[in-house]
């Protein structure tokens, strides 16, 4: 029998914008959570208040109801919830709104949750392909990878500190992706992105159960990250510079690929 | 190519149109549409997968001397086609969401509801009545007796779950039952005016016939229903529809069984979530040898797959292969599925016991893997 007291995972709004598999990162956690013995709980809310739980997990694309994610959450009581220590993964659509605010395609600026120190803007056009990251000392991460496909910029306050260097993918600037405030990340990067990554799967674990958790294989994920790692170093721009049967005119991958 | 902007309404002038359009299985009804049609008259089709409006002014033309036209259409050109080819009937059978085609779901369903709503449109829509999202949007053309509901079932809730008249959770009471209710403003599931029970489809005034599908997989039998309904509501005798719909034995090369060396191998295509889950569960049903292949695709391309349950595949024989068998090991993984890895497709099917091999694969592995196993 586990040490662990029963771990609770709450999926938050994953309707609100359109759906970007962000779902997926539940999956991986409880599969995590469980080869350590962990019991797990996973709920997913659609409306009202946001219920208790030790770790929320947030997604989808950044469309115009971005506005409509915002506004859930925070008459769900979301801000409290994150006060009282519980830890977060918000993508894309999610990570914008956490912040301090965020920009719609009609160009208007909306009042984030203020959960993180990060303001986002909307660029002109998309930024659509694989992401590498660089190695992170600080959470003890290897390269992550993973996708984006997003219009949101974002800049990190004092409050925050980025989640990750960049070495292939635009994220926030170009050189970072994501913030990181507390035990609470955001990010751009879709997979899922614990698919591919779980090293960061772990310390989300950790974080939501307070502990420090058995070493857990990760032999396949490990191998699909690094097949993915090397397929996008190889060609930057994704599948031989076709994605979906369309030749993509975004930044050519010199300016994607960040050298040094 | 480009077409003439009055093609379409040139080509289909005067005769009866019907528009078939759903994230899934929209060429398999529509095929059948065709052939219950056929029993009529001669009837333009755009079999094949043209879907977008080139497809279709192609179709037309090569058909000059059709008596009826039955049009698969791309989502986002519903509209479109329907005003040009001044369509009588509009099938709606389902709408989930997709990670490859770079369109909302959000997206697809406001481009329907506007159609449905164009008051210079006098079509009548053959609607889903299981699916909350479809019926909310059919539900004004019922006071012009504009709606034939069909109970075309819904296994994939997830997309429908908040009302799209008023936000609210939509609830299912009975579990599997296809009765379903929103929460906030009540809104509920109409009374089919067709449906499937023990085998034979029921409509309206008496009619009835045995539905009988040469197919493989629970929808197919969905696909047919909504095929007999709008035939029917077309004029053609129901008896005679559901006969002609039980002798389509393929889609586009899509459920044929292929033989290779003592195993017989069906494909499932898989594209969105939704398909992958009515995959997943024949499969899972079958309990027997099940191949999973994935190809490069897009850089979303594994993307659907997290969305479904797997654990259905345990106790099945499971081999992983093609490029992306490492991001489905990964799931199944996941999913507490035992598989083994090899890396060739063909290699993969022939690994499994002589009998039949079911294979799941995405877009790209299914166009490789049935050339070289039809070669």
Known sequence: MSAHAPLRLA??????????????????LAHRAGLRGIEVTVSTVHEGAVPEADLYLLGGLDDDRMPVLAQRLRDGGFADRVASGAAVLAVNAGYQVLGTSFVTADGTRHDGLGVLDVRSSRAGSAFLGPVVTRPDGALGLAALSGYESHHGTSEVGPGAEPFVALELGHGNDGAHDGARQ??????????????????????????????????????????????????????????????????????????????? | ?????????????????????????????????????????????????????????????????????????????????????????????????????????????DHWATTLADPDLSFTVVANADDPVIAEMAMPLRAASRVVWVAGGMEWRHDSVLCRRCASRVEWPDGHDPAWVCTGCGLERPEPDWFVADGVLHGPHGAQAPLAVNLPGRWLVSNAAFAVATAVTMGVPVAAAARAVAEVSDVDGRYRAIELEGRSVRLFLVKNPASWMEAVSLGGDAQGSIVLAMETFSIRDMTPGWDVDLSVLAGSTVVVTGQRRLDVAVMLEAAGVPYTVVDDPVEAVLSMPPGPVHVIANYTAFKDLRRRLTA
């Open chain 1, 11 to 28: 999926i938050l709004h994953p309707l609100a914008t359109a759906a970007a598999g962000d779902e997926g990162n539940a999956r991986v």
């Open chain 1, 182 to 260: 507390g035990h609470v990340i955001g990010t751009y990067l879709h997979g899922p992105l614990l698919a591919r990554n779980a090293d960061l799967a772990d310390v989300l674990l950790g974080w939501a159960t307070g502990a420090v958790l058995e070493p857990a294989p990760a032999t396949t994920s490990d191998a699909l990250r690094a097949q993915r790692v090397a397929e996008d170093r190889a060609d930057p721009s994704g599948w031989g510079g076709r994605l979906y049967g369309k030749a993509h005119r975004r930044s050519r991958p010199s300016l994607r690929r960040h050298r040094g």
């Open chain 2, 1 to 109: 190519m480009k077409i003439q902007p009055q093609a379409i309404s040139v080509l289909s002038h005067g005769i009866p149109v019907a528009v078939v359009s759903a994230t899934n299985g929209k060429s398999t009804a529509a095929t059948m549409l065709a052939a219950a049609l056929s029993t009529a008259g001669p009837v333009a089709f755009n079999s094949g997968g043209s879907n977008m409006r080139e497809g279709v002014a192609m179709a037309l033309s090569q058909a000059r001397r059709a008596t009826r036209a039955v049009l698969e259409v791309d989502e986002m050109v519903l509209g479109p086609v329907t005003r040009e080819a001044g369509a009588g009937w509009v099938v709606l059978m389902n709408a989930s969401r997709e990670y490859t085609r770079g369109v909302s779901l959000e997206r697809t369903l």
